[in-house]
């Protein structure tokens, strides 16, 4: 009888990995949205308040972020400070490229990523700004839906392990 109620647990406790190994896809796409959006803010502040050009402005940023996110705003202050005759994009989207061939992260966040590379690139102070402002609402209503999903989901899970653990239980019985 005791190796069933231990039999019942593991298979309990299984599923329950199971699932969070299934949500830890959409937890990670959140964390990489939030950084993100901090860039994005960050860089707006140090543009439309402060006034300071892209290289000086990723310095600074760079501080305020998590990795990988610190990382790729030191390389493209370093490049930009040694840019060679390469425009901002060029060197936003090398520095991307070499971030994703280094990690398997999402390519959502990937495709988010060069797009804000797309807007801060742009000619001017205003449109960029405006650029990050449009980005970073469209990043907000992914990490909604995203959360909301999670939400969803992880109930889901928790129901199918609880069940699935009954069953096992119920079987060796």
Same mark, same amino acid.
């Given at each position: 009888?005791?190796?069933?109620?231990?039999?019942?647990?593991?298979?309990?406790?299984?599923?329950?990995?199971?699932?969070?190994?299934? =949500?830890?896809?959409?937890? =990670?796409?959140?964390?990489?949205?939030?950084?993100?959006?901090?860039?994005?803010?960050?860089?707006?502040?140090?543009?439309?308040?402060?006034?300071?050009?892209?290289?000086?402005?990723?310095?600074?940023?760079?501080?305020?972020?998590?990795?990988?996110? #610190?990382?790729?705003?030191?390389?493209?202050?370093?490049?930009?400070?040694?840019?060679?005759?390469? =425009?901002?994009?060029?060197?936003?989207?090398?520095?991307?490229?070499?971030?994703?061939?280094?990690?398997?992260?999402?390519? #959502?966040?990937?495709?988010?990523?060069?797009?804000?590379?797309?807007?801060?690139?742009?000619?001017?102070?205003?449109?960029?700004?405006?650029?990050?402002?449009?980005?970073?609402?469209?990043?907000?209503?992914? &990490?909604?839906?995203?959360?909301?999903?999670?939400?969803? #989901?992880?109930?889901?899970?928790?129901?199918?392990?609880?069940?699935?653990?009954?069953?096992?239980?119920? &079987?060796?019985?």
């Amino acid at each position: 009888m005791w190796y069933q109620a231990i039999a019942g647990g593991l298979v309990m406790a299984g599923a329950y990995g199971f699932g969070m190994a299934l =949500c830890q896809d959409m937890r =990670c796409l959140l964390y990489h949205f939030e950084e993100q959006k901090r860039m994005l803010l960050y860089f707006e502040r140090e543009t439309d308040f402060l006034h300071r050009p892209i290289q000086e402005s990723f310095d600074v940023i760079a501080d305020r972020l998590a990795t990988p996110y #610190k990382e790729l705003a030191l390389g493209i202050a370093d490049a930009m400070k040694n840019s060679q005759g390469m =425009c901002f994009r060029e060197i936003w989207r090398g520095k991307t490229e070499e971030l994703a061939k280094g990690n398997s992260y999402p390519e #959502k966040a990937m495709e988010y990523l060069r797009r804000i590379g797309d807007g801060i690139g742009s000619e001017e102070d205003t449109l960029q700004v405006e650029l990050c402002a449009i980005l970073r609402k469209e990043l907000e209503e992914e &990490m909604d839906k995203l959360k909301f999903e999670r939400a969803q #989901k992880s109930r889901v899970i928790h129901t199918l392990s609880l069940v699935s653990g009954i069953l096992c239980v119920v &079987m060796f019985l």
